[in-house]
């Protein structure tokens, strides 16, 4: 019986980006499955990259995993083409530490960051043989938990999910823990673990509660069933940032994901009042880390990591109390590791252009939201139009391309707004003559908002408003915009009840899943899936609601009364803005008074600024000794020729993912490497031609040059201290600054192609006797996909965008790149290999190939041997060296 490992192997080599199922990270944590108490999978229902930049399952990751008697492991959701292979091979959805079965572990969490990630839990639940509905699951584990913004209306996903923690998860997840662990000694049902965990404060559990509604279709009560079960469920929050654990120790993923970067988040919650936003709610009250806390953590990363950029994280951080402080503190702190500073989308009126020259290169995003002033007070979201022009104008004097981000279908949107776009845009384009974007994103309205009682607009509308403006916006400008069907979508599970639960189920059942994904959004099934459930979803999106209508969500509390938020849905309907406000100055007020009780005990800035020179810095050297480091390039003053092996473990790394785990790795062990100049500095490391993803190598080489001298010998043991399993240093000299590349030293390489008993060694000769007299061998190459700007335009949908439009093919004839082939009955050495599982030996035969750079091998192996791109993908194939071949004696050959 072929083994789950095995089955994963087998499967690897068939879909794109296979490092997504490796789960060998540097920083990832491996636990022995039998000597914990507690099996925790932390499911993320989206790819790999978006999953693995999300913080909230960082910090739940290693909080747990601090526990010596419990484990975490990761799990995404596997993108389409290995779904089709699991599915196929029988291989259930696995973790990615152990390639676990995600049904042997004792709970499953799942993070709901999106609406448009519904169906992607219950695909993933299906691909684990996990049964979907919570009432069919009988045993107690695993328990099927979630997490996130989405639990704030828990409704449309409570038949799935057995419970809901809502608030903030490193407030409960232990507490969690520790009932998961007693109830597991107890050996107890499911009912009696469901009836303590509702007890723990902030945990929903939805099928103890009774959902019931009026004739009319419109919701009435969430009752609890038992009277010791708490009738509204309070949101637990941090009540210090300081206080709560920060993972310093990131994962490092081999590819490259969509937040690559050291993550700090400087403040969590938002004290601006948007109408329209439910982070700015849910995350209440604001609090933020004392500088000292973000320089400490930010030093840690940096050492653990290896990361070149660093990014602060809030929701809006201009709102920072010491952000100029902060951010000089950071480059005084970080310069001996050379850190680029980024920050995320910002306020118009908060942006921080006085310290714009520290911050890294890259396009600045600014959020306006709304045009004109009179819809910007609706919203509560008051900036001036002639403020906005001159941070426009300073932005362009930097030359940094601008984002800017607006909303569609507000409450009391009028045609003059939409206008307004249009006219503020061409006024931006002309203050700002270098690259602009403008990102279209229809309103949806949100639970626990003052907007949650107004309807989003009509999808024809909302239409039309993003065709004018694709027509009338000048085309210098790049307009994006979100796919109004999915925000429709995403607007009826916002707002929606539990009777959504058959609609999610049948849209599962009928093929839809990524739903966030452009090309893989299918509205149409969809709308046969809420026909068949006979369900409008205009009732849940459009509908406007009354304020005494019962909410779906009624029962959530989140520490702010609804009194609240009617009182702020009348003030927008009377475009009054809480700046205005005496009770919101009061609020303000308090929230300086705990801005400065956070930062009370840090040091002077002046004590810190002896850490932020710009020349004689002091930084630390390979060997511990210190050395000098500016902020400008480092010159080389030696230059180092390594060669690496690139074993099984990391052969499904592609070749620029390799170059960026050595530069990190190189930063990790403090080596002194010279860099580049420029507006991006980069490390001086060069790197043989590429290895074809899925090979092994034992010949792969990198030049490095270095700003100080350095020892080969010291420069090897260090860098296999901290470079992955699977990639190992072998040999290390020093060579002449002025050598020739590698790229231009070597043009030729020896491949050796490993084949078992089924192919016979006298058919495999007569075919390499055949082939090799051919004058002519035509294999069909798909080219790279190529987007031209007027292909670009408008192609956003939902929140992700594809990659290529069209993928060309051309012929090419690879003859005159063969210059050798020839089959041998052994491999390196060895007559016969032994087969690990029936402990018996079998015959191997190698083929030997030596080739031209260009070339791969798999294309030589599939045409010599008639095989289809699976089966030459499969074969193991390692290049044994790399070597320089003339063309006279290539001719010779």
Known sequence: MVSLEEKIKGMLPLVSRPARYLGNEINSIHKDHNKVALKVALAFPDTYEVGMSHLGLKILYHILNDQDNILAERVYAPWIDAQGIMKKENIPLFSLESHTPLKSFDLIGFSLQHELTYTNILNMLDLAGISLKSEERREAFPLIMAGGPGAYNPEPLADFI???????????????????????????????????????????????????????????????VRNNIPERIERRVAPSLNEVYYPTKFILPFLSIVHDRIVLEVRRGCGRGCRFCQAGIIYRPPRERSIDSLLSLAAEAVQATGYEDLSLSSLNVGDYYQLEELILSLKGRLAPFRISLSLPSSRVDTFPLSLERELKRGSVTLAPEAARESLREVINKVWKREEFLKTVERIASFRRPLKLYFMLGLPGEKEEDVQAIVELAKEVKRRHPSRVSLSLAPFVPKSHTPFQWRGQIELSELKEKISYLRRSIPRRIEVRAHNPEASLLEAVFSRGDRRLSDVLLRAHKKGCKFDGWREEFKFPLWQEAFMECDIDPSFYATRKRDYEEPLPWDHIDIGMSKEFLIEEDKKASQKMTNQRNGEMEKVREEERRRREKVNSNTVNLSNRQTDRRTDGQTGRRADGQTSKTTTHPLRSKQKIRIKFSKGEEIKYISHLDMVRVFTRTMRRANLPVATTCGFVSREKISFSPPLSLGLTSQSEYADIEFSDSINPEKLKVRLNEELPSGLRVKEAEIIPLKSKSLMATFNCAEYEVRLDGRYQISDIRKRIKEFLAQREIIIKRKTNPVRSPRQSRGKRLGRFTSNGVKKGIKEIDIRPSILKLELRDFISGNQRAIDLRSKQYKEIRVLRMLLKIKVRPQEVTRALLNLSKEEALKLPIERRSLFEVSEKMSRDL
């Open 162 to 224: 057995d419970c809901f923690v809502i608030g903030e998860g490193e407030e409960v997840i232990l507490e969690i823990a520790r009932v998961l662990i007693d109830h597991k000694k107890e050996r107890g049902s499911k009912e009696e673990l469901l009836i303590k965990l509702a007890r723990v404060s902030g945990v929903y559990v939805p099928s103890l509660y009774k959902v019931s509604y009026y004739p009319d279709g419109t919701h009435k009560t969430v009752k609890p």
